[in-house]
């Protein structure tokens, strides 16, 4: 089992949590922000992932999750590539 296949699993098996995170925040409409390091993550002498604030207007997880969603959310954190082509966020630069 590799890494991506690991978290989604981990995903998947909390999507009860999510849900009963986002009955106690309905006003919250983005996230939750699922990782999804790409394959070069696995190669660093120290993988580390950094869990920080939420994105302002990141994909939103509809409920009731399946695997297919979180498999969608993992999507968006890939196709946003670490923010290289993103300016808008000191932390991105």
Not at 8 to 21: G, M, N, P
Not at 46 to 56: D, F, S, V
Request: glycine share 6%; charged share 25%.
């Amino acid at each position: 089992m590799n890494f991506k296949t690991e978290l989604l699993k981990t995903y998947v098996d909390r999507i009860a949590d999510f849900q009963r995170i986002h009955e106690l925040c309905p006003d919250d409409k983005h996230g939750p922000l699922f990782m999804s390091p790409n394959e070069k993550y696995a190669l660093q002498p120290n993988p580390l992932l950094i869990i920080g604030q939420e994105t302002y207007g990141w994909e939103e997880l509809n409920y009731p999750a399946t695997q297919e969603d979180c498999s969608k959310m993992m999507e968006a954190y890939e196709n946003f590539n670490v923010g290289i082509n993103y300016y808008g966020s000191p932390f991105t630069k």
